[in-house]
């Protein structure tokens, strides 16, 4: 949005309270005034107080329907120019007759991505004041993307292997030593982990179908760069754009580029960790002449030597710590008489803050976003905790429902 537009009203009407809070937040981020109903009931005195630059209204409401809405804003003579967008959800019949009647200027339908709300605004406040009053043909679908054509990326795969037979720390040292540029891909059953390197060096690091804790909005969350409620509400939203979740959230103000930076490198360290404790899996190395954009965007700079020694390290550790812990999805109980023996002026403030998440009802997954410590100190945590029999654990489920499980 361009800063003529800070400041602009907008009155956005839905019953659905997690609607507001997400269109509030999108506009709120923007730079509008947004002022939020939950029914159409004062519709028209709230327009006429506001003088909003348009209204957004939801078609389907109880009480009054966004049909009702739209006619008695159309009926006022201090409300019959302000332009308005309609929001539907999918399969809600909404007529050419109706809109060219109201004079719908634009709709979107739910669920919206953020960008896509935000350029539906930017389309009708381009038409200015009165557009309301003109009605217009049937627009081209609101988040059709114009193909960027971009250069040719010159690659091929040079390195493939099982790595039950080669392990990835021997794949990483070689990549490093022959300074590669490429993105090294790991696959172990429904997970995949991807390198991407620039001259032997890791500048990101992604994967899909992970655990919990090793995904990048549990990430923001932990490093309280985004609260939970907002990352929830965004990611609902996200359906209809294929923007990665990193540029999205500095774009719409949620996260500032160094904050992401920061989780992007957690992220990538936490990840590469995670590839040293396979034994199992697929590998192959694709070098290319160059990364894609959204790599180069937010490159890193780490060093493969400095991640394999730390990683190593832990590795070692997870040996003794997956002997009491198999898998984040157990159920920690607080052993109260442990507790009282230790004394909690024996806790270190880390172990305090993992023992008070300990309620009985979360799992270790659940318990790592709720103190926002990495997972592998708040293993670490439990296994001491656990050792000290301060903390017990349910008995672990049968190693076939453990596989591919953190």
């Known amino acids: 949005m361009s800063a003529t537009t800070a400041g602009t009203k907008i009155l956005v009407i839905d019953d659905s309270a997690t609607v507001l809070r997400v269109v509030d937040a999108v506009l709120s981020r923007a730079g509008f005034g947004v002022r939020c109903l939950d029914s159409g009931r004062d519709a028209v005195e709230v327009a006429r107080a506001l003088a909003p ?96 054509p971009v250069a040719p ?106 904050g992401l930076h920061r989780a992007l490198e957690r992220q990538s360290t936490e990840l590469v960790y995670e590839l040293l404790r396979w034994g199992y899996g697929q590998f192959a190395f694709e070098v290319r002449d160059q990364l894609p954009a959204e790599v180069l965007e937010f490159e890193l700079d780490l060093s493969i030597d400095v991640l394999l020694m730390e990683g190593f390290r832990r590795v070692d550790e997870w040996g003794l710590i997956e002997s009491v812990l198999k ?16 004394g909690q002026p024996g806790l270190a403030p880390e172990e305090q803050a993992v023992l008070a998440a300990i309620d009985g009802k979360r799992s270790v997954h659940e318990i790592i976003r709720e103190v926002g410590v990495p997972a592998f100190e708040v293993a670490r945590i439990l296994y001491r905790l656990v050792s000290a029999r301060v903390v017990t654990l349910p008995p672990a489920p049968p190693l076939s429902e453990l596989d591919g499980v953190v």
């Open 53 to 148: 630059a348009l209204v957004i209204v939801d078609f389907a409401m109880p009480d009054v329907s966004g049909y009702g809405v739209c006619r008695a804003l159309g009926r006022d003579p201090a409300t019959d120019k302000i332009p308005i967008v309609l929001m539907n959800t999918r399969g809600d019949p909404i007529g050419d007759r109706f809109v060219r009647e109201m004079g719908i200027v634009d709709h979107i339908t739910k669920p919206f991505a953020p960008e896509a709300l935000l350029a539906v605004i930017e389309h009708v406040l381009e038409k200015g004041p009165g557009a309301r009053a003109t009605p217009r043909p049937p627009p081209p679908p609101p988040y059709a993307v114009e193909p960027v």
């Open 153 to 258: 990326v010159v690659s091929r795969v040079v390195l493939q292997g099982d790595m039950a037979a080669i392990p990835v720390a021997e794949v990483l040292q070689l990549l490093a030593l022959q300074r590669q540029t490429g993105v090294l891909g790991i696959r172990r059953a429904a997970s995949e982990i991807s390198v991407f390197l620039k001259l032997g060096k890791v500048r990101l690091v992604t994967g899909t179908n992970l655990a919990p804790e090793l995904l990048l909005g549990n990430i923001l969350v932990t490093e309280k760069l985004i609260a939970a409620e907002e990352l929830e509400l965004l990611l609902a939203n996200r359906r209809g754009t294929r923007k990665l979740l990193g540029s999205q959230v500095v774009q719409l103000g949620y996260v500032s580029s160094e």
């Open 327 to 342: 898998t984040f999805d157990v159920v920690p109980a607080v052993n109260p008489g442990g507790v009282e023996h230790l």
